[in-house]
């Protein structure tokens, strides 16, 4: 089956730095996708990876490895208003769009 | 600007009485989904169109049909809803199929409260 595995639940603190992965396991690859999902509203577009390495797109990052089935996106001096759900999501070899349940990231003061 | 619209926000049904969520686009996409999605769930695809041509997952229910009657509009109907159908639907759209880097965009959302 295919799968998408991301934390639940992480917390950071006002200015932090915090990571959040996501494992996969697909059949086939055509990209990797983040989204950002505020509490009640829509999902937004954050970031596409398709080959290994790093992309940088200001205080986010977003890094994949097709090898190991792994991505995590990088949130950098975190604002009150980054508290929200981050979805991991994979294109596979029909380019369906496979979700993660999300991590709910909770930025303390 | 252009962008994806759902209507109503917030719908409250009856068990079993039907009921029918729109979406509509300005962005000229050629492809138009639907998804549910429960609490702390991952968003749930339920069906998806190519211009006019529908397909359907395996999985969803056939409680669940969908129109589109033209390039801008989709509809979601629910035709008899139970407790278990309380969720946000989520429609979105991307300008093509069979892309990699094509990004879906999204819809605020319909809430469906069943009471």
């Known amino acids: 089956g295919q799968n998408i595995d991301q934390p639940t639940e992480m917390t950071a603190t006002e200015g932090a730095i915090v990571q959040i992965n996501c494992t996969y396991q697909?059949?086939?690859?055509?990209?990797l996708f983040w989204y950002q999902q505020h509490a009640g509203e829509a999902p937004t577009f954050l970031s596409y990876?398709?080959l290994d390495g790093l992309e940088e797109k200001g205080r986010f990052s977003s890094f994949l490895s097709r090898s190991k089935g792994y991505s995590y996106l990088l949130l950098k001096e975190l604002q009150m208003k980054d508290s929200a759900s981050y979805l991991c999501?994979?294109?596979?070899?029909?380019?369906?769009?496979?979700w993660g349940a999300g991590t709910k990231l909770i930025i303390k003061p | 600007d252009a962008m994806v619209i759902q209507n109503p926000r917030y719908q409250v049904t009856q068990f079993g009485k039907p009921v029918t969520l729109s979406c509509s686009q300005t962005?000229?996409?050629?492809?138009m989904y639907w998804y549910q999605q429960k609490s702390s769930q991952a968003p749930k695809l339920l069906f998806h169109?190519?211009?006019?041509?529908?397909?359907n997952e395996a999985d969803t229910p056939d409680n669940f049909q969908s129109r589109r009657p033209n390039t801008s509009f989709c509809f979601l109907d629910i035709r008899s809803p139970g407790l278990g159908d309380a969720a946000m639907y989520l429609c979105?759209?991307?300008?093509?199929?069979?892309?990699?880097?094509?990004?879906?965009?999204f819809g605020p959302g319909t809430r469906l409260l069943v009471l």
């Open positions: 999501a994979v294109k596979d070899s029909n380019y369906q769009l496979i």
């Open positions: 990876n398709v």
């Open positions: 697909t059949s086939g690859f055509n990209g």
């Open positions: 169109y190519y211009d006019k041509d529908f397909n």
């Open positions: 962005l000229n996409h050629n492809v």
């Open positions: 979105a759209t991307s300008r093509v199929e069979g892309i990699g880097s094509e990004t879906q965009y």
